[in-house]
C-alpha cells in the first residue's frame, strides 16, 4: 500500500499537508493502543460498525493488551520475554492468556528470563496434578506424608497435548522435602497416561533422602500426538 494512501501503515507528514478524516481515524485513531478499564468498557465503544481489523485496546483490570483480528478480540497474554530478535518462532506456555508465538532468532540472547514458581504447603502424598499452565517449578514446603504420582497437565481443564505442538519441549520442576521417611515419586503421567521416563543414571529411583529435599526435573519433548519423550533426573539436597 502506497505511503500516501489513507489507510497506508505508516504516513509521513509534511508541512503544509492537510490532514484528512480518513488519515485521522487510520493513522491515528486505529492504530493507538486504547485505553479501558475491562473488556465490558472496551465493547461497550468499540461496537459493530465502529471496530475495525487491527485495533489495539489495554485492559486495565487484567494488564493485557488485546487485538481485533475482524473478527473477534484476542490477547498477547502477560509476562515479560525480553532480548529477542527477529527470526524463526518459539511458542511459550503462557498461564493466564493464550499461547503466544514470539519470532526470534535462531541464536537469540535471553537475559535471566523469569520463570513462574508454585509454592504450596501441602505435603506430597498421592495423585497430585502439576499444571504446567500455571508454574513450572512447583515446591512444597511440608514434609512429604507418603509416596506420590505426578501427573503434568495443562490445567484442570486442558490438556499438556494440546498446548504443545510436535517438536517441542518444556521443562518441569518439583521439589518436596522429607523428614525420617524417605519418600518418593513413584509414578509418573501425562494427561493421566502413565509415561515411563529415561533416568539419569539410567535407573528409576526407589526411595527419596530423609532428612532432605528430593528435586525431580522432567524434559518433556512431544514427538507426536499425545507422544512424549521425557528425561528425568532426581537429586537430593540438604
Given at each position: 500500500m502506497p505511503i500516501g494512501s489513507p489507510n497506508a501503515g505508516y504516513r509521513l507528514f509534511t508541512t503544509g499537508d492537510v490532514l484528512t478524516a480518513a488519515q485521522v481515524q487510520f493513522n491515528l485513531q486505529n492504530q493507538s493502543i486504547m485505553y479501558f478499564a475491562n473488556a465490558a468498557a472496551r465493547d461497550a465503544a468499540l461496537t459493530v460498525g465502529v471496530v475495525q481489523e487491527g485495533m489495539f485496546a489495554y485492559l486495565a483490570d487484567t494488564d493485557a493488551t488485546t487485538f481485533y483480528n475482524g473478527t473477534s478480540w484476542n490477547s498477547f497474554g502477560s509476562g515479560d520475554v525480553t532480548g529477542l530478535t527477529a527470526g524463526t518462532g518459539i511458542t511459550i506456555l503462557n498461564p493466564t492468556g493464550?499461547?503466544?508465538t514470539i519470532s526470534v532468532s535462531d541464536n537469540a540472547l535471553l537475559v535471566a528470563p523469569k520463570e513462574q514458581t508454585l509454592t504450596s504447603a501441602t505435603a506430597a502424598n498421592g495423585a497430585i496434578d502439576i499444571d504446567a499452565m500455571v508454574a513450572g517449578v512447583?515446591?512444597?514446603t511440608s514434609n512429604a506424608t507418603a509416596n506420590y504420582q505426578l501427573n503434568i497437565r495443562g490445567n484442570a481443564v486442558t490438556t499438556l497435548d494440546s498446548?504443545?505442538?510436535?517438536?517441542?519441549?518444556?521443562t518441569i520442576t518439583f521439589e518436596s522435602p522429607n523428614g525420617a521417611t524417605a519418600y518418593y515419586a513413584t509414578a509418573f503421567n501425562i494427561d493421566g497416561s502413565a509415561v515411563v521416563p529415561k533416568w539419569l543414571g539410567?535407573?528409576?529411583p526407589s526411595s527419596g533422602n530423609i532428612n532432605s529435599t528430593d528435586v525431580y526435573m522432567f524434559q518433556i519433548r512431544k514427538t507426536a500426538a499425545a507422544t512424549f519423550t521425557v528425561i528425568a533426573s532426581q537429586s537430593r539436597f540438604a
Open positions: 493464550p499461547v503466544p512447583n515446591i512444597r498446548v504443545m505442538s510436535t517438536g517441542q519441549s518444556i539410567g535407573t528409576a
